[in-house]
């Protein structure tokens, strides 16, 4: 098969033809239809990501949808011939989705929704999985819940954005001036990334803050998300990884939740659950509540590089994708 293939961190990844990879019995071979780019992945290429080590030689990509080839043995929810999607490897030695096979854990896999192109399915399961843990999971969010999303028009808040509203939150988010039609698109109600908190909790809340708040930039928007929730509320951030005040969140009597969604691939606990939840991503898609932002420019394995440097460069438009 064919594969771009990563021999040492921060290289220009090599077109090359090595062997297809045998299964094993719980897993099945899927031919790759779309590789999705996540700013995950450039780190992971740079060597830079120290939580998502990658030993090289390596093919990278975190997410894949594809058909079904081949199933191990042991796996009898899928058939040769299915549409699959989900995020598969890529990181801790796993193989990951920038090859034209790749031999996936079924745990880690759903069917694809009949109504998503493949380009558009290789789109969602990190976004979608890191929004769900969030706010589903951690959070256990409710209806009629008052939901902030920091960063609305990204990969993650864009998605948490129709996962809140799907389940009947009044949902908020931030993002710059120009990002306001596309967090208003998606249904949310947009708030200035630049205006001050107590002015948009007393604006939409009262000046009791909100029940959820989930941080999907980190840094200073983390602390902000401490003072924007309400008195027993709850954070929750996919970057939490910095250093940082916790008590206006313990003056509240709030509680912090961090998202690492990662783990079941470096660790292979809790697999089946992703694959869980990318059935959930088919179900909100095929009933109209959920649509993933794909940038229109087609990327080959041939020019992956160059869909690394335009998310370096912050000039993407929405998820890109890796057509195989």
């Known amino acids: 098969m064919r594969a771009a293939v990563l021999e040492t961190h921060n290289a220009p990844l090599r077109l090359s033809t090595i062997s297809t990879p045998a299964i094993g019995p719980r897993e099945v071979l899927v031919r790759v239809r779309g590789s999705g780019v996540n700013p995950l992945d450039t780190k992971i290429h740079s060597g830079a990501a120290t939580h998502a080590r990658h030993p090289v030689p390596a093919i990278l990509g975190l997410d894949l949808a594809g058909v079904v080839e081949q199933t191990g043995r042991q796996v009898s929810r899928f058939k040769p011939g299915d549409e699959v999607y989900g995020m598969t490897g890529g990181v801790g030695g796993v193989q990951g989705s920038l090859a034209e096979f790749a031999a996936v854990d079924a745990d880690l896999l759903a069917l694809k929704p009949a109504n998503l192109s493949m380009r558009e399915a290789a789109a969602l399961p990190l976004i979608f999985i890191t929004a769900w843990e969030g706010l589903i999971d951690r959070a256990a969010l409710k209806a009629g819940q008052k939901v902030l999303i920091h960063g609305g028009a990204g990969g993650v808040g864009h998605v948490a954005i129709q996962i809140a509203r799907a389940f009947g939150a009044d ?88 998202v690492f969604t990662l783990l079941p691939l470096l660790s292979g606990e809790g697999r089946t659950h992703h694959g869980e939840i990318m059935a959930e991503a088919t179900r909100l898609v095929e009933v109209g509540k959920l649509v993933p932002l794909v940038d229109p420019r087609h990327f080959t394995l041939e020019r992956v590089g160059d869909a690394y440097a335009l998310i ?4 993407t438009k929405g998820k890109l994708v890796v057509d195989i």
């Open 171 to 258: 949902v908020y988010a931030t993002g710059s001036a120009s990002q306001r039609a596309t967090i208003e698109g998606f249904g949310a109600v947009f708030i200035d990334r630049e205006a001050a908190i107590e002015a948009y909790v007393a604006e939409h809340t009262g000046g009791r803050g909100f029940d959820i708040v989930y941080d999907t930039i980190g840094g200073k928007v983390l602390d902000a998300s401490f003072e924007a929730v309400r008195r027993f509320g709850h954070v929750v951030s996919a970057l939490g990884w910095g250093t940082h005040a916790l008590a206006p969140l313990s003056f509240r009597a709030g509680t912090y939740s961090g």
């Open 312 to 315: 370096r460069d912050h000039a």
